[in-house]
């Protein structure tokens, strides 16, 4: 039996390499309670970008050989302020995670390796 990590919607990214890969799904916006609007994403080489993802703003997502970067573009002050964190649903397969002094690492879950980071947010 399988079950559904994920709402209805698609991933707002998903990497694959090999028999490892990772989904993330955006969560309401804490201080908003806004949800993530469900928009398709425009790639252009290694990188995707969703514009207006929240209101006013737009996120995009760079993949290099170690690294998702992650941007968070405002579009235009908000009015209820800046959130304090984005908070994301994850799915693993063949790898596990660990946050060290704010950075997000992957590490392959059979030997160990570490494969990925997500570079820590800068404001």
């Known amino acids: ?11 707002i990214m998903k990497v694959e390499d090999q028999d490892r890969s990772t989904q993330l799904q955006l969560e309401l916006l804490e201080h ?9 994403g425009k ?5 995707i970008t969703y514009k207006e993802v929240y209101s006013n703003i737009d996120l995009k997502y760079t993949v290099g050989s170690d690294r998702i970067k992650e941007d968070i573009i405002y579009t235009e002050k908000p009015e209820e302020g800046f959130p304090s964190r984005f908070s994301y649903k994850m799915n693993l397969e063949g790898l596990k995670v660990k946050e060290e002094a704010g950075t997000i690492y992957l590490y392959d879950s059979k030997t160990n390796e570490r494969l990925y980071y997500f570079e820590a947010l800068y404001v």
């Not at 908003?32 to 398709?40: C, D, Q, R, V």
């Open 1 to 11: 039996m399988e079950s559904n990590f994920f709402d209805e919607k698609a991933p």
């Open 43 to 47: 790639v252009e080489g290694e990188t």
């Open 32 to 40: 908003t309670g806004e949800s993530p609007a469900n928009i398709e």
